[in-house]
């Protein structure tokens, strides 16, 4: 039975993304494979446990699969299975994350990671003045450490916090930090009080893989990823974790804190992981990060501040507070001109609500084959939507509520969004 409703809906989303320029740094295009794994048989089965141990019967074939993509992911990642194991049922990042912390902490004890206006996770502890808004800052004590005016994270500061604060668990990795982590620095601050120490690689896991970035595994005790992003693969999560920790963390995740794994997801994850290992993969990571620092020298080029003056992997952090308008108008208009980003904080800051910053990624449409020159071009698209911003300020104030009255009738970004469809529609679309 074909549902009209749902069927438009679905063609409609297909359009945007194919006619559409993607520059959210959390997503990606996965392939045709991926995709059809996800609509598999394997969503049927319900198997509750790990490899041999499960809950149900009929599990032949699941234990197989996910003993496959067990091993893919140690392949993926150049790891000895005596040293590491990897839990690969985690729904999503967030809940990777947290399974960890319910895994290896108790309730109210301290975590640290880098705070949300300096490129974190909202899982890594965040909470503003009067409120704490991610439940791990709930559930446990947290003090974030920042970035400096460089946009570089100040060592030297974190070493001073955690002498002070005593976390249990030191955390290293964001969300939008553009430049690659000194994971050795990051040990030495940890063993200063002996505290655990967690790399989350959610953003950049494509490029640890490839051994395009620094390797958290040499220094950390876990580390924690998402599949969808510079992975290229379903929207899911991996545990990785020393030996020592797998019965904890195992258990944190069934029957602490999910239930059944999502069977389809893990399938699709063992052949990205099959993908991930490939010469091809290799070149793809290599290419995104060209194109991300080709993206960022043009915007420089167009009077731009770039967070760090550059970045080492996908993302560009872009302060556009300096242009007179916040990533709020900006994402807004780049929306109605079919450019995908998402407004994000920068350095001096305080409401992640109301940002000085756009944050821009070069994973999804490296996918789509683009080239340097490509994302020159896209960087003159992204400076064009700025100057529409500051037209649509002079005319109707700076007030976002007046700012987006009619704005989907302006003519400058009618115009702007035709460019961007000719542009698009031209390359290649792998889904």
């Known amino acids: 039975m074909i549902d009209p409703k749902l069927d438009i809906i679905l063609e409609n989303e297909y359009t945007r993304q194919k006619m559409g320029i993607e520059l959210i740094a959390s997503e990606n295009f996965t392939s045709s494979n991926v995709l059809t794994l996800l609509g598999s048989v394997f969503t049927n089965k319900y198997s509750e446990g790990l490899p041999g141990k499960r809950y149900y019967g009929g599990n032949k074939h699941i234990d197989e699969l996910e003993t496959l993509c067990i091993e893919r992911a140690l392949t993926a990642f150049h790891l000895d299975s005596n040293e590491w194991g990897v839990n690969v049922q985690p729904y999503s990042g967030s809940i990777a994350n947290i399974c960890v912390y319910l895994g290896l902490l108790e309730p109210h004890d ?57 976390p249990k668990l030191l955390i290293c990795g964001g969300s939008a930090y553009p430049r690659d982590l000194d994971y050795k620095r990051f040990r030495e601050i940890a063993d200063t009080i002996g505290c655990l ?19 958290p595994f040499e220094y950390c005790d876990i580390v924690t990823t998402t599949t969808h992003k510079t992975l290229r693969g379903p929207r899911s999560g991996m545990i990785f974790y020393k030996k020592e920790f797998e019965s904890r963390i195992n258990e944190s995740v069934f029957p602490g804190v999910q239930g059944g794994p999502h069977n389809n997801k893990i399938a699709a994850l063992c052949h990205q992981l099959y993908e991930v290992a490939t010469p091809e993969f290799k070149e793809y990571i290599k ?19 770039i967070s760090s003056n550059g970045t080492d992997n996908h993302i560009v952090l872009v302060n556009v507070r300096d242009k007179g308008v916040t990533g709020s108008k900006v994402e807004k208009v ?98």
């Open 110 to 166: 301290r975590i640290m990671g880098l705070d949300l206006p300096s490129g974190g996770h909202l899982s890594h502890g965040f909470y503003v003045k009067n409120k704490k808004i991610s439940k791990s800052s709930v559930m446990f004590e947290s003090l974030p450490y920042t970035i400096n005016e460089t946009g570089y994270i100040d060592y030297d500061k974190l070493a001073e916090y955690v002498k002070v604060f005593q």
């Open 197 to 215: 120490l967690m790399g989350d690689i959610a953003h950049i896991s494509g490029l640890v893989a490839t051994q395009e970035a620094n390797n």
């Open 287 to 305: 290419n995104v990060k060209k194109n991300a620092q080709a993206l960022a020298n043009k915007l420089i080029e167009l009077g731009y501040s």
């Open 334 to 431: 780049c929306e109605l001109a079919d450019i995908s980003i998402n407004k994000n904080a920068v350095y001096g800051d305080t409401s992640a609500m109301n940002p000085g910053g756009i944050r821009l990624g070069s994973s999804a449409m490296t996918t789509r084959l683009c080239v340097e020159t490509h994302f020159t071009k896209i960087a003159e698209f992204i400076d064009e939507t700025v100057k529409i911003c500051l037209e649509i300020q002079k005319e109707k104030g700076v007030k976002l509520k007046d700012f987006l009255v009619d704005i989907e009738k302006n003519q400058s970004i009618i115009e702007l969004r035709k460019k961007v469809n000719e542009f698009s529609k031209e390359l290649y679309f792998p889904c």
